[in-house]
Structures are given as structure tokens and as C-alpha cells.
């Protein structure tokens, strides 16, 4: 399928779990999906019930030590990023992001380096925001580095605080049509992450998830519509490059 960036300005925002949720219930909806981490303080783990002193895999490393979360292929690169490995590879084709495989990349507010080095190669650009007087000023320079493939989604939606809800019709009137989801407050959402379980266990009609999966629905039909050729190279793992001779 084709990679979507998932970032915000501000930490705190939600992505990671939206990344996680959306992937899951990707995958349940029978899709290939792969998370790739870019975080360097992850909580990644915490939304698949994995526990912060396990490694997830990585990107790089071999393809027989990657296991599937819930039908979620989980895979860490800050290590490839440090070492300059992850940009080098994507610079001389060793690995892409095409075929049946829908990439789901989780970034930090501060990897600016990392989005601009995958902008290129990404079908959808989604930016996490927050009903916020933060999030009211980011919104300009958002809109003016964005392209065709940037949108929104919005988290943690209260309508029933003033603000909030004053706050997301504003959201909501400028980005129009940019604006993929509103994803509403529950407390769920830190409930199950709490207890260290996927929120479709802990709370599968949890308002949220209802959100994320509909968010998730959109993304995929998107991501398939705007798929992108990698300028050079062959969709592959850097692990699988030996096979690949």
C-alpha cells in the first residue's frame, strides 16, 4: 500500500495512540500493516501490551526476530537514525515503502529531520493536533509547509468544556476539508493504556476507538488512491537485501 507519516508540533497530542490503534484495527480489517517507530522515548509498547523493558525489533535487524502484536509488525529505527543508517539506505534505494504493506511511521514533535527525509516517499501526511490555544497557533505555519498529501486530525475532543468546544469549530473551519477525523475524549484511552492492553480489549466500545477506526477506514482508502513509486530502489527490508540479489 504506501507509508503514512503520523507527527505533531506538541508532545502530548495522542499520536502514538492513534499509530497504535490505527494499526490494529487495520490489521483485524486483514491489512498488512507495520508501525515503525521513530520515537526516542517510546510508549509504543504500551498500547500492544508490551512492556517498556522489552526491545522492539529492529528495522534493520533480522527478519526472523520480528514478531506480530496483534497483527502489527512492530519495528524501532531511532537506532538506523542515529547512526545516519536509515537516511543513507533511503537515499541509495536499499528500501522503500510500496507493495501490499501499509507503513505506519510514529515520529516524535522534534523529528523534523526524519519527516523531511520520508516526505518523499510518504502518500499522507498526518498531523495530530489538539483543541488548544497551542494547537489555534500552530495552525498558519502547519498550512503553509503542508502540501496536497498534508492532513489533520484532531484529538481529544470535549464538547463539553467551553473551550474545547469553541476551540475545534475554529480547528475545524480552517483546515476544512484537511481535517480527516475528530477523535473524541474518553478516558478509555489512558485507562488502557494503563493496564497495558490494546483499547479494543480494554473498552471495545469506547468512543475513541470508534473514531480511530473510521480515521483508520478513510487513511487506507486514501493511502491506496495516492500510493507513491520509491524514486529508486525496490521495496524491501534492509534485512532482506541478501535475498534480494
Known sequence: MALVMLHSPRG???????TANLAIGLAQAGKPV?????????????????????AIPAFDGPAMGRESFHGVTLLQTRDMV???DFFDGLAEGHFGFEGDTLYLADMGAADQAVRQALGAYA???LCVLTPSAEALAAIPPLLAQGGPDS??????????????????SLLRELLGDQLLAAIRSDEAVVEAAAMMQPLARHAP??????????????IAELAQARQLPIPSGEAIFPADRSNAA
Open 12 to 18: 502530548g497530542a495522542g499520536t502514538t495512540f492513534i
Open 151 to 168: 492532513f489533520f486530525a484532531l484529538n481529544k475532543v470535549d464538547d463539553t468544556r467551553r473551550f474545547g468546544r469553541h476551540a475545534a
Open 205 to 218: 466500545a469506547s468512543a475513541a476507538l470508534h473514531d480511530v477506526n473510521a480515521l483508520g477506514a478513510l
Open 123 to 125: 502518500a499522507l501526511d
Open 82 to 84: 542515529g547512526r545516519g
Open 34 to 54: 507495520v508501525v515503525l517507530d521513530f520515537c526516542d522515548r517510546s510508549t509504543l509498547g504500551l498500547h500492544f501490551g508490551i512492556a517498556q523493558d522489552t
